[in-house]
Nanobody, 124 residues
Framework: QVQLDESGGGLVQAGGSLRLSCAAS????????MGWFRQAPGKEREFVAAISWNGAGTYYGDSVKGRFTISRDNAKNTVYLQMNSLKPEDTAVYYC?????????????????WGIGTLVTVSS
């Protein structure tokens, strides 16, 4: 059974930083591209970031470029999202996702697996 367990969410002031983690189990982690997407109340899901299976390729949504960094540790079966210069509009539930095709993560279509999410709240 595949599990993606997100952690690290919380309340932070605008301009602050948070680091999200996603621990994966039940899949061969090093063969999957990993990503993050988010959903704010009343809004559609939004692609945040994705990383290829070996970490060589990283991709970001326009709204987070230059502020967020995705990384992975295949030895720990974990993917991270470092979020800096947070803004109130970053407030959302952040979900970790896995797919063999990184394009599925960027398009939010046909993702193989995703977690239950972790809430990030940025106060102004």
């Amino acid at each position: 059974q595949v599990q993606l367990d997100e952690s690290g969410g919380g309340l932070v002031q605008a301009g602050g930083s948070l680091r999200l983690s996603c621990a994966a189990s039940g899949l061969t982690f090093s063969t999957y591209a990993m990503g993050w997407f988010r959903q704010a109340p009343g809004k559609e899901r939004e692609f945040v970031a994705a990383i290829s299976w070996n970490g060589a390729g990283t991709y970001y949504g326009d709204s987070v470029k230059g502020r967020f960094t995705i990384s992975r540790d295949n030895a720990k079966n974990t993917v991270y999202l470092q979020m800096n210069s947070l803004k109130p509009e970053d407030t959302a539930v952040y979900y970790c996702a896995a797919d063999r095709i990184v394009g599925h993560l960027a398009s939010l279509r046909g993702m193989d697996y995703w977690g239950i999410g972790t809430l990030v709240t940025v106060s102004s």
